[in-house]
Structures are given as C-alpha cells and as structure tokens.
C-alpha cells in the first residue's frame, strides 16, 4: 500500500477534478478530516448542480426564442418607488454561450454580490443599453408611463436587432413581439441580468447625487423614504430630484 495522502494534499486534489480511483480509496479513509473533506466536497458539487439546474429552467423562454432563430432581450427598470431620483431601465441580449449561473433577480442579490458582477456582466452579454428617465418626467407622466418610456428607449439604445422582447410584468409601444413575464427577473436570464446592470447604474447615480445633495442619504436609500431621507425632507426640504407628486414629498412644496 502506497504513502497516504496527508489530509492538506487531499483538499488540493480535490480542487482538480480527482479521479473515481481517488474517491473511492479516499470514502474508505478511516481519518475523520477526510471524511469531513469529502461530505463538504459532495456538498459543494450538490450545490452548483442546483444553481447549474435553476440557470437552465430560468433559460427556458431565450431557450425557445433561440430555437427560432431569433435574437431576444431581456428588459427591465428599477426605481418606481423612491421619492427621488429617476427611473432606469436596462436591455440585455444574451446568447447562448452565457455562463453566469449566479445571475438571477438583482433584489436576490447582496449589494457587495452585484456590483462584483456588473464588469463580468458587461464583458459577457451581447449588447446592453440603458435609459434614465428623471424625476420631472415621472412627475408629467407617472410612474407607470415613466417606466415604460424607460424600457422602450433602452431596446431602442441597443445596437443589436432583436426579434423579441422578454420584459417584466410590463409591454411596451414597440412594434416587436414582447411576452410579458410576472416576476420576470426571477423566471428569465436576460431580465435578471438587466435587473442588475440597471439597480448598478441607478445606484451609481444615487451615490452622483448624495453629493450634489447632503443630508438625504442618498448613498445609503437609493432615494427610498427611510426615516434618514424623511428626516432630511423635514430640515431642508425638496430638491430637483424630488418626485413632487410622490405624496410623502408633495407636502413639502409650501
């Protein structure tokens, strides 16, 4: 019988895909460590196989589209409820070398975990656009039309033709087949991406303005009314950014 591993050469092969010969005299180890090893091992390998398996089921409706030929985008906003700043929406079109399995709906996400993947996400989607629709818009037109203004400028900022638009929970005045999906960033790739790149970049922008506007806590709320941001409304009241037909802010415009 051969020199046995030590159990700090087993964590290293382990790392490398080892062979089925391994495993086997490796599962009839009698030390504790090693058995410890191989049960976190399993574990880790049932776990991107779920995430593995999720990413494929939430590829179903591109699945389809691709099996047509055509070219689909994902589209979605962030911001319909803050009391300030603007709406942003994103499109993204994926194809099907796509390979990020942790990409799902932004809100499922850890900040810290989002912003890691928006580099990556740029790199690896076939085309993305954004479009921000500010607060003097949304006051116009509402929130509702706001959104929807957002999402079809940013299919119409892509650079890439597309066939179909997959969009959640919304449709928009294009003249381009759209299926609207409830909770569409947790049941398709390409709205979830889209979900992330634009909570980034609205995020992003709320950070701009935290500094163009103290004392509202805009780096910390994304302009959502927390008790900071009521408390900023109260001592300095409104800014340009403010959405005064928002009722929590409409109060301050005497």
């Not at 996400?109 to 989607?125: G, M």
């Not at 929807?148 to 449709?171: N, P, S, Y």
Request: glycine fraction near 6%; include cysteine.
């Amino acid at each position: 019988m051969g020199k046995l591993e030590t159990i700090s050469e087993i964590k290293n092969l382990l790392l490398n895909q080892p062979s089925a010969a391994d495993l086997l005299r490796w599962q009839s180890d009698s030390r504790i460590g090693v058995q410890k090893l191989l049960s976190r091992c399993e574990k880790q390998q049932e776990k991107l196989l779920a995430q593995q398996q999720a990413f494929d089921n939430r590829l179903t409706f591109e699945k389809n589209a691709w099996q047509k030929g055509q070219i689909v985008a994902g589209i979605d906003e962030v911001g319909r409820g803050p009391l300030a700043g603007p709406v942003v929406a994103a499109a993204v079109v994926i194809d099907e070398t796509f390979d990020m399995t942790i990409v799902h709906d932004s809100k499922q996400l850890s900040a810290k975990t989002r912003e890691s993947l928006d580099a990556e996400l740029r790199e690896k989607v076939v085309d993305f656009a954004f479009c921000v629709v500010d607060a003097a818009e949304i006051d116009r037109l509402n929130i509702y039309e706001a959104s929807r203004v957002a999402m079809r400028q940013a299919v119409e900022g892509l650079t890439t033709h597309v066939d179909k638009l997959l969009i959640d929970a919304m449709t928009v005045d294009l003249e381009i087949p759209q299926e609207k999906l409830i909770k569409g960033d947790d049941r398709s790739i390409s709205i979830g991406a889209a979900s992330i790149l634009a909570k980034n970049y609205r995020d992003n922008l709320m950070k701009d303005f935290a500094q163009q506007f103290p004392g509202y806590g805009f780096e910390h709320n994304a302009g959502y009314g927390t008790a900071e941001h009521l408390a900023g409304l109260n001592a300095l009241g409104i800014t340009p950014i403010h959405r005064t037909t928002f009722a929590p802010v409409r109060k301050f415009l005497n």
